[in-house]
């Protein structure tokens, strides 16, 4: 008696993930480092430096743009080990 074979199954197609969008994690670095900021000028003003807005300002501001620059840096790391280009073309290919 010959053998007989399971029928096979058809793979799925392979689920595409959609990228990250680039904006969201910029803005989610921006809101993270002011919060960060926020809770820094507050831990200053319970030690008993008195800064006022200014020095909110001041903390948030800056903090938000190093949360910013942290979390271009990740996510251009994040597209590079998924093949993308993150660099510019500054000079057009030649073409022979």
Do not use: C, H
């Amino acid at each position: 008696m010959a053998p007989t074979q399971k029928p096979r199954k058809t793979a799925a197609p392979p689920v595409v993930a959609k990228p990250p969008n680039r904006v969201a994690i910029i803005l989610t670095g921006i809101v993270l480092g002011a919060v960060w900021g926020t809770v820094m000028w507050g831990i200053f003003e319970l030690a008993g430096q008195d800064s006022g807005l200014r020095g909110w300002a001041y903390l948030t501001i800056t903090i938000a743009m190093l949360g910013a620059g942290v979390a271009a840096f990740f996510g251009a790391v994040g597209a590079s080990r998924r093949g993308e280009r993150v660099t510019p073309r500054l000079f057009g290919r030649r073409r022979r």
